[in-house]
């Protein structure tokens, strides 16, 4: 009696995965003082579940161990400046042992999946309702083949117009909805009655971009992490701000992410977007 073998599924390797979302998101777009790309692991180990999440912390790595992942897909590098030193009784080093224990390797997009189209400032601008979306500059927003080989500084955000005038308190509120966070956890410069068009965002920390996007022609610019010495420039330029946190203008990576890995990926394997809840701060 003949009898059929089962055929045995075959699981992408780490180094596969990596080679993949480098494809969609080349690692090249990465800034200077970035460490976007494959940071930990085993390159030739299968991979049967991967979890996307805004970084690792050690919930996050209870969560990948829990589901049985075998690869994390952070936006946030786990390892930044250079680490001269793994032990337990240090806060990183502490997360390096437990991933390798666990048999997780980690892959890190930052700054390139905040350039490249579809990416973190594309589901930001989507999310407001804005159209007609540009580079910072206010040109067209490029294939990622060309952002490579141009590097310009004005991809790391976008500008776009709103169909009708908002109020900068209207913009407030919707940022407030879309986003899910608290009016009480955002800070805001400018006339609130200030009529509103066009505005530029920089998700994450982007201040620094506060000039680009009023030369640009933006009446307000929205990002996180702005300092005290920013907030009174965009007072001196006459451009409102909005500093909506560096959590709340990012927290969508994770569901970003999987969609992305869910479309290049074929196969059986299960992607998920981390469930746990990143947000540092407390709203008093």
């Given at each position: ?93 502490r ?48 294939s ?6 141009k ?35 955002m ?64 927290k969508?990576?994770s ?30």
């Amino acid at each position: 009696m003949e009898t059929k073998m089962k055929k045995e599924t075959r699981f992408p390797t780490v180094a596969e995965i990596v080679e993949e979302i480098d494809a969609a998101v080349p690692n090249a777009l990465q800034e200077e003082w970035d460490n976007s790309g494959f940071l930990l692991g085993v390159k030739e180990m299968p991979v049967r579940k991967i979890l996307t999440c805004l970084e690792i912390n050690e919930d996050v790595i209870g969560e990948a161990a829990q589901l049985g992942a075998e690869l994390i897909v952070t936006h946030h590098p786990l390892i930044f400046e250079g680490m001269k030193q793994i032990r337990d009784d240090d806060y990183h080093g502490r997360l390096v042992m437990e991933l390798l224990a666990q048999g997780i390797s980690v892959y890190s997009c930052h700054t390139p999946f905040d350039k490249v189209k579809g990416g973190n400032n594309d589901v930001l601008m989507k999310r407001l309702g804005l159209t007609g979306i540009k580079n910072l500059k206010g040109d067209d927003v490029e294939s990622m083949g060309k952002m490579v080989e141009k590097q310009d500084p004005a991809d790391i955000g976008r500008i776009g117009k709103f169909k009708k005038p908002y109020s900068f308190m209207q913009v407030i509120d919707l940022v407030s909805k879309e986003l899910e966070v608290s009016l009480r956890q955002m800070r805001a410069v400018g006339q609130l009655d200030a009529e509103i068009s066009t505005v530029g965002v920089c998700t994450g920390a982007g201040a620094e971009f506060l000039e680009m996007a009023k030369d640009s022609g933006c009446q307000l610019f929205i990002t996180g992490d702005v300092k005290y010495h920013e907030a009174q420039m965009a007072r001196g330029l006459d451009i409102c701000l909005l500093d909506a946190g560096h959590y709340h203008t990012e927290k969508f990576f994770s569901e970003a992410m999987k969609a992305l890995l869910e479309k290049k990926l074929d196969g059986d394997m299960e992607i998920v977007a981390s469930a746990t809840d990143l947000d540092p701060f407390a709203i008093l």
